[in-house]
């Protein structure tokens, strides 16, 4: 479904009253276009009708015009830099940001995390430095596919151990 279907239908879902959907639908776009303000601000405004300071002021922490008492309400409950880098969900460079406030708070966001880490981190990667993709290599894919195969021939041995004494 387009961007532009699945904004109708949260409007029509708005003004049906079927707010947790019409949140839902938000919460997917902005996974989808993390970097899009507009798609944050109308997410905020569904958190509003909730009565969810804290998320309105996770999903408007990037734009100038924000609540001071929704930024507070966010700051308290992603009380480090590092949850807060993580609430945001930023994707990229703070370069993409369209507007200079929001790369000022996604660079001093950043910035903090960096310095709370003791090393510098990206909006690409979560605060502990990994990768936000699995770290799995294929070595490691192949010990937990080997130690799965390993239970299940256990439990079959000892199914069977289990029938051939219940027949004897």
């Given at each position: 479904?387009?961007?532009?279907?699945?904004?109708?239908r949260?409007?029509?879902?708005?003004?049906?009253g079927?707010v947790?959907?019409?949140?839902?639908?938000?919460?997917?776009?902005?996974?989808s276009?993390?970097n899009?303000?507009?798609l944050?601000r109308?997410?905020?405004?569904?958190?509003?009708?909730?009565?969810?300071?804290?998320?309105?002021?996770?999903?408007?922490?990037?734009?100038?015009?924000r609540?001071?008492?929704?930024?507070?309400a966010?700051?308290?409950?992603?009380?480090?830099?590092?949850?807060r880098?993580r609430a945001?969900?930023?994707?990229?460079?703070?370069s993409?940001?369209?507007t200079?406030?929001?790369?000022g708070?996604l660079?001093?966001?950043?910035?903090?995390?960096?310095?709370?880490?003791g090393?510098?981190?990206?909006?690409?990667?979560?605060p502990?430095g990994?990768k936000?993709?699995?770290?799995?290599t294929?070595f490691?894919?192949?010990?937990?596919?080997a130690g799965?195969?390993?239970?299940?021939?256990?439990?079959?041995?000892?199914?069977v151990?289990?029938?051939v004494?219940?027949?004897d």
């Open positions: 479904m387009s961007l532009r279907d699945t904004l109708a949260v409007d029509a879902d708005l003004a049906a079927r947790p959907v019409a949140r839902q639908r938000l919460r997917g776009l902005v996974s276009f993390p899009d303000l507009t944050r109308r997410l905020a405004e569904t958190y509003r009708l909730y009565g969810e300071p804290a998320e309105a002021g996770r999903w408007m922490y990037l734009e100038s015009d609540d001071t008492a929704e930024t507070a966010f700051e308290a409950r992603y009380d480090t830099p590092e949850r880098m945001l969900a930023w994707s990229g460079s703070e993409l940001a369209p200079a406030f929001a790369r708070q660079e001093a966001v950043r910035v903090a995390c960096s310095d709370s880490m090393h510098p981190v990206a909006w690409d990667t979560v502990d990994k936000t993709e699995s770290a799995n294929p490691t894919d192949f010990l937990a596919g799965c195969l390993l239970a299940v021939v256990a439990f079959l041995a000892i199914w151990n289990g029938l004494a219940l027949f």
